[in-house]
């Protein structure tokens, strides 16, 4: 894999651990404006929000532009973005914050996914967006536990500012080390297919079906992962500082799941989405029974990331190769159809604890989810992943 691609993993690091870092800092930063916690909640709606907005937006009004610099633009903003936050006296003004940069974070992914494409083979994508998404699953196994500590001990606002530094050296990788490459195929690519062409590739059956799965897949993954910590301290019975023990091991299991689908997407998609959603399926069945055992949960808490992880990005790359009509709007339809699931899962399943007695609503949205997911595959296992493509 070229050195590029690690390069944009630091930086999907960084964002991934903004991206989740709330979860541990809402009760301060409701503390701190003066708000209630639901109000302070709102900034990751807020971010997800931003993130299905920013991906086609940002990769529509950047098609034309330097790869390098569009990324380098996206790092300087999200880092401006968390400066400001940091420093801000208004709720409101971290409201907006937030919203920019989970834009800019959407603008860069899409970006980071159309260029990570051209920079491997044709049929190298799946390993390609394997590295990409090392970065998210590390982000939760090392980044977001270590916001937590940094901000329980310095304040909510250190967090912030240690986004911002991490910034830096990944702008700087990007400029030394990101060629030109990508900024010349891009140029062709943009200039060789309009927008609208771009565009009416989402009026295919094969592009949106495989959008729609992948948003079903994850929006089970992450309303689970949303609401675990009430899983783990409600049903289980298990201390506060399990969570974090369960969210790493959710988290070296997904990284260990995208990592291995990273070398069978490419070759093998349809064993990877069958199988492996069939085991996904179980998995969260399963957990419906065995929740209230503590050894139980945290093995399925960690086969679950690597089941949700090795299927999500599966189909993330599938987006990609369905999408190889629209070379610079592809990225864009990956991350949304990615948050598109990680914005919705959360909302299903707050909704799920106030119909499901006890904190197993979440698991259940994952069960029905994954179930229309499975099912819309196996009825369509060759239009979503063709057996030669």
Same mark, same amino acid.
């Given at each position: 894999?070229?050195?590029?691609?690690?390069?944009?993993?630091?930086?999907?690091?960084?964002?991934?651990?903004?991206?989740?870092?709330?979860?541990?800092?809402?009760?301060?930063?409701?503390?701190?404006?003066?708000?209630?916690?639901?109000?302070?909640?709102?900034?990751?709606?807020? $971010?997800?929000?931003?993130?299905?907005?920013?991906?086609?937006?940002?990769?529509?009004?950047?098609?034309?532009?330097?790869?390098?610099?569009?990324?380098?633009?996206?790092?300087?903003?999200?880092?401006?973005?968390?400066?400001?936050?940091?420093?801000?006296?208004?709720?409101?003004?971290?409201?907006?914050?937030?919203? @920019?940069?989970?834009?800019?974070?959407?603008?860069?992914?899409?970006?980071?996914?159309?260029?990570?494409?051209?920079?491997?083979?044709?049929?190298?994508?799946?390993?390609?967006?394997?590295?990409?998404?090392?970065?998210?699953?590390?982000?939760?196994?090392?980044?977001?536990?270590?916001?937590?500590?940094?901000?329980?001990?310095?304040?909510?606002?250190?967090?912030?500012?240690?986004?911002?530094?991490?910034?830096?050296?990944?702008?700087?990788?990007?400029?030394?080390? $990101?060629?030109?490459?990508?900024?010349?195929?891009?140029?062709?690519?943009?200039?060789?297919?309009?927008?609208?062409?771009?565009?009416?590739?989402?009026?295919?059956?094969?592009?949106?079906?495989?959008?729609?799965?992948?948003?079903?897949?994850?929006?089970?993954?992450?309303?689970?992962?949303?609401?675990?910590?009430?899983?783990?301290?409600?049903?289980?019975?298990?201390?506060?500082?399990?969570?974090?023990?369960?969210?790493?091991?959710?988290?070296?299991?997904?990284?260990?799941?995208?990592?291995?689908?990273?070398?069978?997407?490419?070759?093998?998609?349809?064993?990877? @989405?069958?199988?492996?959603?069939?085991?996904?399926?179980?998995?969260?069945?399963?957990?419906?029974?065995?929740?209230?055992?503590?050894?139980?949960?945290?093995?399925?808490?960690?086969?679950?990331?690597?089941?949700?992880?090795?299927?999500?990005?599966?189909?993330?790359?599938?987006?990609?190769?369905?999408?190889?009509?629209?070379?610079?709007?592809?990225?864009?339809?990956?991350?949304?159809?990615?948050?598109?699931?990680?914005?919705?899962?959360?909302?299903?399943?707050?909704?799920?604890?106030?119909?499901?007695?006890?904190?197993?609503?979440?698991?259940?949205?994952?069960?029905?989810?994954?179930?229309?997911?499975?099912?819309?595959?196996?009825?369509?296992?060759?239009?979503?992943?063709?057996?030669?493509?």
């Amino acid at each position: 894999m070229p050195f590029a691609l690690y390069l944009l993993a630091l930086v999907v690091f960084a964002m991934g651990t903004s991206e989740f870092m709330l979860a541990g800092l809402v009760p301060d930063i409701s503390s701190h404006f003066d708000v209630s916690v639901g109000t302070a909640g709102l900034l990751t709606s807020a $971010f997800a929000a931003g993130m299905v907005i920013g991906a086609p937006t940002m990769a529509a009004l950047t098609r034309r532009l330097p790869v390098k610099s569009t990324l380098l633009g996206c790092v300087f903003v999200f880092a401006a973005a968390h400066v400001v936050g940091a420093l801000t006296a208004e709720f409101s003004v971290l409201f907006i914050t937030r919203v @920019i940069a989970a834009i800019v974070n959407a603008g860069f992914l899409a970006v980071a996914l159309g260029a990570a494409t051209k920079l491997v083979a044709p049929d190298a994508k799946g390993r390609a967006v394997a590295v990409l998404l090392a970065g998210t699953t590390v982000a939760t196994v090392a980044g977001v536990p270590a916001g937590a500590l940094l901000g329980a001990a310095l304040g909510w606002q250190s967090t912030f500012w240690a986004i911002a530094l991490l910034c830096a050296p990944a702008a700087i990788g990007i400029a030394v080390g $990101f060629t030109n490459q990508a900024d010349d195929t891009s140029r062709e690519d943009s200039s060789s297919t309009s927008l609208r062409v771009e565009l009416a590739q989402l009026a295919s059956p094969r592009l949106v079906l495989t959008m729609m799965v992948a948003s079903l897949v994850n929006a089970g993954t992450f309303a689970t992962l949303t609401f675990l910590a009430p899983i783990v301290t409600d049903t289980a019975g298990m201390s506060q500082w399990s969570v974090s023990v369960a969210l790493v091991l959710f988290g070296v299991g997904s990284f260990m799941g995208v990592t291995v689908a990273g070398r069978l997407s490419d070759a093998r998609p349809r064993i990877v @989405i069958v199988a492996g959603g069939s085991g996904l399926l179980l998995g969260w069945i399963a957990l419906t029974f065995f929740a209230t055992n503590p050894v139980a949960l945290l093995g399925l808490v960690f086969a679950q990331g690597v089941l949700g992880f090795a299927v999500g990005s599966t189909l993330i790359t599938r987006v990609l190769y369905s999408a190889a009509g629209a070379p610079t709007m592809a990225g864009s339809y990956a991350t949304a159809a990615l948050n598109v699931g990680a914005a919705v899962g959360p909302v299903l399943a707050a909704a799920a604890l106030g119909v499901v007695p006890g904190a197993l609503g979440p698991v259940w949205v994952a069960v029905i989810t994954t179930a229309a997911a499975l099912l819309l595959t196996i009825s369509l296992l060759r239009l979503i992943a063709p057996a030669k493509s």
